[in-house]
């Protein structure tokens, strides 16, 4: 496997300690996760021996059983699934149609509007939790997957994200000549810049997906009933029934990162990919 | 020479292109009002008015189920005359800096090594390092407070091998910080690097290659070019883990199973998010809460004027 060839990498050989540093670093980076496998297969009993087990134990489908009785953990990760997927998608179509106007569109005000949405990145959300909630409970929202969904779909970063490729990526000479030909803006939109921009939406809303499914804080505010809990909560709640046995919540937290290991075999690279194409680069 | 165009910037972002010289009626004039309504309403309601709104609560002595008394600033009297907020401030400052320094001095050497023209297995190395970043803070605090476990926990069992005591990281102040900091650490110095990487790949290989003929080894190379090229990302990367650190909430909750709102028995690692929480939602305290917000704000005022103050020093010397 060889990355492919970018502009200004290092030139000469690479040293022998470059490998050892790497390792290290890639080791640090896996073991936890292969450490929470083996305490989720093994009995409390075998996981608290010390020299510990290196081979999964064939406890798992025990502490499965425990995980289902104390939490609903398969509605559970079907809620993150429903929630992360609904934020993923929709930041990736809803920041697309807006990069669009901001970058193909001419408006009153677009210029000022635009300068809000990159003003507004500046203002942290997460302090204001306690006037959210309020707002949650006006609603009638509490305890709702939509409290999770509705304000993960507002993402100015991803906004300004989709107006610097689609700027970069669709010439205004092919908006308009699909506009002689007739198409209307919608009609652009769908049929010449969203296929092109697609690549770069599908990152965005990977990033929306991961962030979303291992959200916390906002979740353990407003969520309150056992079959809505996402599966960062079940795992919470699986804590709390600790004297149960030591591998619960261990087990939780591996059902948990399971799904998310699994779409990063598939599609890691395009993340990887898409932080290297530098989000950040003015 | 990479800028950083990135949350936090208060800068001016570039002049949009020059419209399309199309001529549109009105109905399509208003479409792209449409296109962009979406983010300005969910914004204004689920973000911008509450973030207003905390400003308001914390002058009440305010109970979601009781009484909403005026009070003026006696919420930010109280705060400031309140060990516990102090308390929680320096235990949010203490892990933020045992988090940073290690992750940002990690990043710079990982992303010089893996910017290297014919490093094998490239991928491999970058796909690992994003690993911790896919694993969720829960998962990743129960992972981590069961290795650093006082009786069953690997990392004492392999300090008992050398012959070192126990130690108990979860009740001890500075042993709090330094697992939480492990888990801050461990989860973002991948993604860190990856980012490094990206502002270093827009350095010429030219450079390195001059570089390497007029002699320079490993270590010069890595002084004179990889770390001042990389100067902007880098106060940017210290801004958001800032605001990252201010916010740190998950990890004190969930490693001490007895005490889990105070993290532990004397507070030793509650964090300013995590008293905020304690005083909203297990105090039902809104207005007290709600002050804790806007200490919060100004923190990061404070921050982001400090980095775009840096960026401008910057800027100024090129």
């Known amino acids: 496997m060889t990355a492919p060839a970018t502009r200004g990498r290092r030139p000469g050989r690479v040293r022998w300690w470059t490998y050892l540093l790497l390792t290290a670093a890639t080791v640090a980076c896996l073991f936890p996760l292969y450490w929470m496998f083996i305490v989720a297969t093994t009995d409390t009993a075998t996981a608290t021996r010390m020299p510990p087990e290196v081979v999964p134990g064939g406890n798992f489908f025990h502490l499965l059983g425990l995980v289902l009785e104390t939490v609903p953990f398969i509605q559970a990760l079907l809620n993150s699934l429903v929630v992360a997927t609904a934020i993923g ?194 | 020479m990479s800028t950083v165009a990135a949350p936090l910037t208060l800068e001016r972002p570039a002049a949009p292109p020059p419209t399309p010289g199309v001529t549109r009626g009105w109905g399509e004039r208003l479409s792209a009002y449409a296109y962009i309504a979406p983010f300005f309403v969910i914004f204004a309601v689920f973000g911008l008015f509450p973030f207003a709104f905390t400003f308001y609560v914390a002058l009440f002595d305010w109970n979601p189920i009781g009484d909403q008394v005026f009070i003026g600033a006696d919420n930010f009297t109280r705060m400031l005359g309140d060990p516990r907020f102090w308390n929680a401030a320096g235990n949010t400052v203490s892990i933020w800096a045992l988090s940073t320094v290690p992750q940002l001095l990690l ?29 969720s803070v829960a998962a990743t605090a129960i992972v981590f407070a069961q290795l650093f476990d006082r009786d069953y926990g690997l990392l004492n069992w392999l300090l008992g091998l050398v012959g070192v005591a126990p130690v108990d990281f979860v009740q001890s102040t500075w042993g709090s910080h330094v697992l939480i900091a492990t888990m801050v650490t461990w989860r973002w110095f991948g993604y860190t690097t990856l980012l490094y990487l990206a502002s270093l790949q827009a350095v010429p290989r030219a450079v390195y290659e001059a570089a390497a003929i007029d002699g320079a080894g490993a270590w010069q190379q890595f002084r004179h070019i990889t770390v001042p090229s990389l100067r902007p990302v880098i106060i940017f990367t210290v801004v958001t883990s800032t605001i990252g650190g201010l916010q740190i909430f998950t990890e004190p909750l969930l490693i001490a199973t007895g005490a889990p709102l105070t993290c532990g028995a004397v507070r030793q690692c509650q964090t300013l998010t995590l008293f905020l929480y304690e005083q909203g939602f297990g105090e039902f305290a809104f207005g007290y809460g709600s002050a804790i917000g806007v200490a919060l704000f100004v923190m990061i005022v404070v921050i982001a004027a400090i980095n775009y103050l840096l960026s401008a020093r910057i800027r100024a010397d090129r």
């Open chain 1, 89 to 282: 998608v929709g930041q990736a179509v809803l920041c697309a149609l807006a990069g669009f106007a901001f970058a193909k569109l001419s408006f009153p005000g677009r210029n000022a509007l635009f300068l809000v949405v990159v003003l507004t990145m500046t203002v942290p959300t997460q302090l204001s939790v306690i006037p959210q909630y309020m707002i949650m409970s006006t609603l009638g929202w509490v305890d709702t997957l939509q409290a999770l969904v509705v304000p993960g779909l507002a993402s100015a970063f991803g906004i300004f994200w989709m107006r610097q490729h689609i700027t970069a990526t669709i010439s205004d000479e092919l908006v308009q000549a699909a506009t002689i030909d007739g198409a209307n803006t919608w009609q652009v939109f769908w049929r010449i810049a969203f296929p092109i921009v697609r690549p770069a939406a599908f990152v965005l809303g990977l990033f929306g997906f991961v962030t979303a499914w291992n959200d916390f804080l906002w979740p353990f505010i407003v969520l309150k009933s056992p079959e809505r809990y996402t599966a960062q909560i079940a795992i919470k709640a699986l804590q709390n029934s600790y004297d149960v046995d030591l591998g619960l919540a261990m087990s939780g937290s591996f059902l948990a990162t399971i799904p998310l290991v699994v779409l990063f075999v598939l599609v890691g690279r395009r993340m990887v990919a898409g932080i290297l194409d530098g989000a950040f680069k003015g």
């Open chain 2, 107 to 135: 990043a710079l050497v990982l992303a010089h090594v893996l910017n290297h023209a014919r490093l094998r297995f490239a991928l491999f190395f970058r796909m690992s390092m994003l690993v911790p970043y896919i694993t």
